[in-house]
């Protein structure tokens, strides 16, 4: 099974993207799913979750800032990012937890 994320780009700070990564009807109603990042040269790190009962937790320093959700029309994962930062440059990769499920992921890079 293979996640592919979409939404990725450039933008400048203070700008928004939006991500969403489509998963297996099966994995969308069985699972928490998550968001993860990769920055340059850093190890991978937890962004946030939304629980199977769709309840979402977020990293600390993203907190406020980016919308983690689910689409239930396209069994999709979604990620809105707003008031981004160079900070928030990275890969960003979808996961089903359960099964331990990875998208391919996709790049955001915010600069001016």
């Known amino acids: 099974v293979e996640l592919v994320e979409s939404g990725g780009g450039f933008v400048q700070p203070g700008g928004s993207l939006r991500l969403s990564c489509p998963v297996s009807q099966r994995d969308f109603d069985r699972y928490d799913l998550a968001w993860w990042r990769r920055p340059p040269g850093k190890q991978r790190e937890w962004v946030g979750t939304?629980?199977?009962?769709?309840?979402?937790w977020y990293a600390d320093d993203v907190r406020g800032r980016f919308i983690i959700s689910r689409d239930h029309d396209r069994h999709s994962v979604e990620l809105q990012m707003n008031s981004l930062t160079t900070e928030d440059t990275a890969v960003y990769y979808c996961?089903?937890?359960?099964?331990?499920?990875w998208g391919q992921g996709t790049q955001v890079n915010v600069s001016f």
């Open positions: 996961r089903v937890i359960g099964p331990d499920i």
């Open positions: 939304v629980t199977v009962d769709n309840k979402p």
